[in-house]
């Protein structure tokens, strides 16, 4: 069972500053296999924007301003980070296709149902909704008690925080557990506006799935293309390098990770 601990109530939330929600994710990126992920994301919401992105790289981020002999960088399983005005539903989508960083614009308005329905989450009364969203039907509870519109992902226009949401298959699933209070907006220009500094290349849905079958009819072309370093043993003999092999199982990959929380993301591989 998830403790939620809240540590900034609708009474004292502060509208002129940033206030920060931390979201525990939950899901498949296989449909077939049955296996199941964890990570953190944030929602940051700011006096102008707001911002969505994974704990992950915001420790990388970190870790890049303050390196230490013993920082370790980890991958996030979903980058798909987005970026939007305040009270909007047009969005920026920051996403990769192969090793170059994408982002596309999108409008993505949601029509929900409230519903009846109410329970507790810790001590907090939250109330049913219901949307169709990326081709998935979403249960969302929201909080009016938090008077923000918001909540993980894209996921938005609510008469309150969005506290949980998940789809009906339970492919994916968000619950929030905690929140703070930001001294000011967190910079994000090294994980959001850019990936680590290199500027993501503006596209539309047409070319990011051209992009997308171009890396998995060749998912090893950086590599091929010079960018490998020699690899050698430790009797200091070259190995040498199956592309073959390694691009099967690169292409395995793609296609076992291609559970998009929005289908249309979803790329028909073949």
Known sequence: MIRFVFLLLAS?????????FYYELKFKPDTIANQEIKEFFITDINPKSVKYFSLIDYKNDSITKNVSSESRYERTQL?????????????????????T????????????????????????????ARTHFGGRQWTAWFAESIPFPEGPYKFRGLPGMILEIYDDRRYYHFTLVRNKVLDKEYNTSGIVETFFGEKPLLIDKKKYIQLKLQEYADPLADMKGGN?????????????VDFKQMTIEAQRELKSNNNFIEKEFIINYK
């Open 12 to 20: 004292s939330m502060v509208y002129a500053q940033s206030n920060r």
């Open 79 to 99: 980058y798909h980070y987005i970026k939007r005005d305040r009270n909007s539903f047009d969005n920026i989508n920051y996403l990769s296709a192969g090793s």
């Open 101 to 128: 960083p994408v982002q596309l614009k999108s409008h993505d308005e949601m029509k929900w149902s409230i519903l009846p329905e109410t329970k507790m989450m810790g001590s907090i009364k939250v109330q049913a």
């Open 228 to 240: 490998m370093p020699t690899l050698i043993d430790e009797h200091g003999n070259k190995i040498s």
